[in-house]
């Protein structure tokens, strides 16, 4: 697998604005923010894609879903509402091939989806 900007700053080689870690992943704030609240959640299991996902590593998802979840909880915001979005290969909109989680939030945030 190809070295992204994720394995540089889950090493600590480069500085992030970390708010989660345990020993399965990590979640920072993103560097340029879709909302007013924007997390990314990334598993320290390396995998590109999530076409590259393997059956037995399919609760990965599962805990960066959940761990986003805790943090809205944490932070204040869960019942207001929050959007969780997983992209996948260059149409998808996926830019760095590691996956990971986007956590939206602290706005209404508008219907998407649709082709450009």
Partial sequence: MSETIFHKIIRREIPADVVFEDDHLIAFRDIAP????????????????LNDLKEDQASIVGRLAH???EYAKREGFAEDGYRIVMNCNGNGGQTVFQIHLHLLAGAQLGRFGTPR
């Fill in 34 to 49: 879709q909302a007013p609240v924007h997390v990314l959640f990334v598993p320290k299991t390396d995998i590109a894609t």
């Fill in 67 to 69: 761990a986003a979840a």
